[in-house]
Antibody, heavy 119, light 108 residues
Framework: EVKLVQSGAEVKKPGASVKISCKVS????????IHWLKQAPGKGPEWMGF????????KIAEKLQGRVTITADTSTDTAYLVLSSLTSDDSAVYYC????????????WGQGTQVTVSS | EIVLTQSPVTLSLSPGETATLSCRAS???????IVWYQQKPGQAPRLLIY???GRATGIPDRFSGSGSGTDFTLTISRLEPEDFAVYYC?????????FGQGTRLEIK
């Protein structure tokens, strides 16, 4: 059974950084991409970027370049999202999801991680 | 980027009826590159429909997708109580991946 399990909720102050993990199981980690998405309350998901665990290649959404880092550790089958210089606009639920390609449907999703940015 | 506009924003129907949800793209999208997700409160989106005829594992045949070019439709026949949720379309024809803003299907 394919599973993506994310780390727990985070509360951060403006200007800080947050790191979210996504541990996968049930398939061969390097064989698929891990995408990260943001979902603000009442909105559709917004794509942030992906990592190819096989070679570490990443692509980050243009508006987030410079603030987002996505990595993958094949020794632990875990992907990571780091979002820096947080503002209140970053308060949202963040999801990791599996995609078979760089441009892909997303067939399995993590449970989501709530990030709250508040002073 | 391709903008996806879903309509209606909210759809109120009764169990047993048929729901028709629309997704319009700002430019042409190959019909193999539009997918639909269902999201219930507090849960992650769940893949429902992909490509012209594909249904994800465990999705009943009451759910079907259609369309081409810029206009796509999700049809849910014989609505069951568990079908009332928010539905999103997504395209992966062109980077970046984009999603519609969702249609909320509520019980009338």
């Amino acid at each position: 059974e394919v599973k993506l399990v994310q780390s727990g909720a985070e509360v951060k102050k403006p200007g800080a950084s947050v790191k979210i993990s996504c541990k996968v199981s049930g398939y061969t980690f390097p064989d698929s991409y891990i995408h990260w998405l943001k979902q603000a309350p009442g909105k559709g998901p917004e794509w942030m970027g992906f990592v190819d665990p096989d070679d570490g290649e990443t692509k980050i959404a243009e508006k987030l370049q410079g603030r987002v880092t996505i990595t993958a550790d094949t020794s632990t089958d875990t992907a990571y999202l780091v979002l820096s210089s947080l503002t209140s606009d970053d308060s949202a639920v963040y999801y990791c999801a599996r995609g078979l390609e760089q441009l892909s449907r997303l067939d399995y999703w993590g449970q989501g991680t709530q990030v709250t940015v508040s002073s | 980027e391709i903008v996806l506009t879903q309509s209606p924003v909210t759809l109120s129907l009764s169990p047993g009826e048929t729901a028709t949800l629309s997704c319009r793209a700002s430019e042409s999208v190959g019909n193999s590159f539009i997918v639909w997700y269902q999201q219930k409160p507090g849960q992650a989106p769940r893949l429902l429909i992909y490509g012209p005829f594909g249904r994800a594992t465990g999705i009943p045949d009451r759910f079907s997708g259609s369309g081409s070019g810029t206009d796509f439709t999700l049809t849910i026949s014989r609505l069951e109580p568990e079908d009332f949720a928010v539905y999103y379309c997504q395209q992966f024809d062109t980077s970046p991946l984009t999603f519609g803003q969702g249609t909320r299907l509520e019980i009338k």
